[in-house]
T-cell receptor
Framework: DTGVSQDPRHKITKRGQNVTFRCDPISEHNRLYWYRQTLGQGPEFLTYFQNEAQLEKSRLLSDRFSAERPKGSFSTLEIQRTEQGDSAMYLC??????????FGQGTRLTVV | EDQVTQSPEALRLQEGESSSLNCSYTVSGLRGLFWYRQDPGKGPEFLFTLYSAGEEKEKERLKATLTKKESFLHITAPKPEDSATYLCAVQRPGSARQLTFGSGTQLTVLP
């Protein structure tokens, strides 16, 4: 296992379209996070899963955003009816109890 | 609400010119302070975790220190390959233990 994997690396979409991103965490990690990062800023927390349960969501996660982690393995983040303000890098991170979080390379979303 | 402020926003150094990056924080019940390195277009790469005031950790040319209100990342004799954005984050209590990040310091080391 080489680390946290995210797909796609880049996505360009038209405003109003739906997009879905995938994250494959490090296999033994049961905790998974989604963050969003805009240019010149640090990552901002979006949501947290422990195994398959989504236990925490940020106020940043509007109704257009939904995340799942079926079977406690990979996770998906879907954005419906995308807006230009959704353009950002979406980062996934995973960890196990007592360890630091390891980040994936991110998915760069551009909404045109 | 947790706050993390990093300074300076950008720093240009000559190769071999040592300096320090600052991270000041306010958090209720610090569970850990983290330093990450981020290269353009990539995800953050873990460097250090500090848990209590007075703690220090070192890795190659980097040394991180922690007080009750701030953390420093000291860079000794930097090389061009140390050029990156350095992010500081605090971990809050609670089950999620999510990170609150600062905006980062963009370091450029000139040959």
């Amino acid at each position: 296992d080489t680390g946290v994997s995210q797909d796609p690396r880049h996505k360009i979409t038209k405003r109003g379209q739906n997009v879905t991103f995938r994250c494959d965490p490090i296999s033994e990690h049961n905790r998974l996070y989604w963050y969003r990062q805009t240019l010149g800023q640090g990552p901002e927390f979006l949501t947290y899963f422990q195994n398959e349960a989504q236990l925490e969501k940020s106020r940043l996660l509007s109704d257009r955003f939904s995340a799942e982690r079926p079977k406690g393995s990979f996770s998906t983040l879907e954005i419906q009816r995308t807006e230009q303000g959704d353009s950002a890098m979406y980062l996934c991170a995973s960890r196990s109890e007592g360890t630091e979080a390891f980040f994936g390379q991110g998915t760069r979303l551009t909404v045109v | 609400e947790d706050q993390v402020t990093q300074s300076p926003e950008a720093l240009r150094l000559q190769e071999g010119e040592s300096s320090s990056l600052n991270c000041s924080y306010t958090v209720s019940g610090l569970r850990g302070l983290f330093w990450y390195r981020q290269d353009p277009g990539k995800g953050p790469e873990f460097l250090f975790t500090l848990y209590s005031a007075g703690e220090e950790k070192e890795k190659e040319r980097l040394k991180a220190t922690l007080t009750k209100k701030e953390s420093f990342l000291h860079i000794t004799a930097p090389k061009p390959e140390d050029s990156a954005t350095y992010l500081c984050a605090v971990q809050r209590p609670g089950s999620a233990r999510q990170l609150t990040f600062g905006s980062g310091t963009q370091l450029t080391v000139l040959p």
